[in-house]
């Protein structure tokens, strides 16, 4: 435990640390605001501006959600079909790996013309940037289940369904949250380029607007609340799989509560 | 000591009916042989060992009982039926414990409750009650009372490999498959966990199906002993092993049990000697 303490308090001071120098560079250098805002500015305007700023971060963490649940639903689906079916994979892989390649900024004037800009396009960038790590590591949890294991349920006359329940998503559960911590922050990153291309709401169009008036310190503020809201995504997810999957991890926490 | 009757005659049909069965791997030109042409019938009841050298096919037969593998020719019958439609209920216990990580000991154990009819009909109602004091019972049984809440991980092999009998076992199988279960065990552990599975069988009188390269294992635990070769695979002997149950430990330094290890023993020995000239 104390060990434990310590490395933390370590971690904290770095990371305090990063803060501090970065401000008292600005300062030794005479660093403009409208080029590189201090930290401390940045959260003054966090501050006070925060009546205008909160719609917009309510607007990017629901627009976000909703595109990651998407993501996370189709993704699953996807995974176990490409997992499980031979065929499957050979056709869908080849296409995953091309769509995947191609800049989402480049589909974003697509989704606008099909919907409209505002929220829906957003919510669909969000959803296609998380798909891909977490079809690939759905399929390759369910590929890489063991043969040994899958025999213990063939011998007792197991259903393929009962074989895939049992043993195959399990299996695939360490894969999945791997995934998802990925594609969290993918989603964000999706959501922001929608709404800095084509929406009249949230962060991305908070920044686009701030940054359009020289407003620098503003557009810091949003980098900050998306990195928060980032980290907080990141965390709640870590903490599921902590609890879900502790068995692959044989962490001395896990014994105790498991 | 009190003789149990002889090996159960059976009138209708047997467990276990290899008909001709041959299994090859391979295309044309790499084609390996695994099995030759090989019949086997196996009574209720009986425990048969598979001894022979390694790659002789033992544990090719046993995967063709449990259906993981297909024959390439002839037919396998279990329980009167062609394998996969069949309704006998099989356990099997491999070399490894095969447990599954995420799943306690208890959950791990009741498994099979969970997938083999009649047992899953109520395995939502019964999980809690009945099947726990079932997968408890059965735990204590194999020294592991108490342990129903640790995972796989925090045993060690011996005791894994316990906890691995116990899933063959739980759902009452009528066709026990072990496939060198007690293969990575320390002697003593070896010793106990025999002495246990030969109170199992008497008591429940599983049909079961040996693959060990331990001969007094067979010897011990064995009603018949079937010698196999390898390259290609085939049994090459089958005798009955005599000696009246329960067996202790001690059997295993008489005379008649040495003798027929020995001889065994010289059947491997020859096989090997035939299959070296050979290739």
């Known amino acids: 435990m104390n060990e434990q303490l310590r490395r933390r308090i370590l971690s904290t001071t770095c990371i305090i640390g990063f803060f501090v120098a970065w401000e008292l560079l600005c300062l ?49 689906l996807l995974g176990m079909l490409i997992g499980s079916s031979r065929l499957a994979y050979d056709v869908a892989y080849p296409m995953l790996v091309g769509f995947s390649s191609i800049p989402k900024v480049a589909v974003v004037p697509i989704f606008v013309l099909w919907f409209g800009a505002g929220t829906v396009p957003a919510v669909l960038t969000a959803m296609i940037m998380c798909i891909f790590p977490i079809v690939v590591n759905v399929a390759t949890g369910l590929a890489a289940t063991e043969p040994e294991l899958q025999d213990v349920m063939k011998t007792l006359r197991a259903t393929k369904l009962e074989i895939l329940w049992n043993v195959g998503l399990p299996r695939t559960m360490p894969y999945f949250f791997a995934s998802l911590k990925v594609a969290a922050t993918l989603a964000f990153v999706g959501t922001v380029i929608s709404e800095t291309v084509a929406s009249n709401r949230g962060i991305g169009n908070l920044m686009m607007i701030a940054s359009s008036s020289f407003d620098v310190p503003l557009v810091f503020a949003g980098l900050f609340i998306l990195a928060a809201l980032g980290v907080a995504l990141y965390v709640v997810f870590s903490l599921i799989e902590s609890r879900v999957t502790g068995w692959a991890v044989r962490s001395d926490n896990f014994a105790a509560g498991g | ?63 063709l009982v449990a259906g993981t593998l297909t024959a390439t020719q002839g037919h396998v019958f279990v329980a009167g039926r062609e394998v996969g439609a069949d309704h006998v209920r099989i356990g099997m216990a491999f070399q490894n414990p095969t447990l599954l990580p995420w799943l ?51 045993l060690s092999g011996g005791m894994q490999q316990r906890a691995s009998l116990c899933r063959a076992l739980i759902h009452d199988p009528t066709l026990l498959l072990l496939d060198e279960p007690f293969g990575a065990l320390d002697q003593f552990t070896r010793e106990e966990l025999w002495e ?22 067979a010897a011990y635990l064995a009603s018949r002993i079937c010698v196999m070769q390898a ?15 329960p067996r202790t430990i001690d059997v295993s330094f008489q005379p008649d049990f040495v003798s027929l290890t020995q001889r065994l023993r010289e059947r491997i020995v020859a096989a090997r000697a035939v299959q070296e000239t050979a290739s």
């Open chain 2, 196 to 217: 246990i599975m030969q109170n199992l069988w008497i008591e429940k009188r599983p049909t079961v199906l040996l693959v060990t390269h331990d001969l007094k294992e």
């Open chain 2, 104 to 154: 306690n000991i208890r959950d791990n154990v009741m498994l099979p409750l969970k997938i083999v009819p009649p047992f899953k009909l109520e395995f939502a109602a019964k999980r809690k009650t009945e099947y726990r004091d079932r997968v408890e019972a059965s735990l204590a049984r194999v020294g592991l009372a108490g342990f129903g809440d640790k995972f796989p991980w925090q």
């Open chain 2, 1 to 63: 000591m009190n003789a149990l009757p002889a090996e159960p005659v059976l009138p209708a049909g047997n467990v276990i009916d290899l008909e001709k069965v041959r299994v090859t791997f391979g295309s044309d030109k790499n084609q390996v042989t695994a099995l030759a042409e090989t019949s086997l019938r196996i009574t209720h009841g009986e425990f048969v060992a598979l001894v022979g050298p390694s790659g002789c096919g033992k544990s090719t037969i046993l995967k």
């Open chain 2, 231 to 245: 390259r290609p695979g085939r049994i090459v002997d089958d005798s009955v092993v005599p000696f009246v149950r």
């Open chain 1, 28 to 76: 030794a250098f005479h660093v403009s605001d409208i080029v590189l805002p201090r930290p401390s500015e940045i959260l003054v305007t966090l501050w006070t501006r925060f009546p205008a700023i909160w719609p917009h971060a309510l607007q990017t963490l629901y627009t976000t959600l909703v595109g990651f649940a998407l993501g996370i639903v189709i993704g699953i």
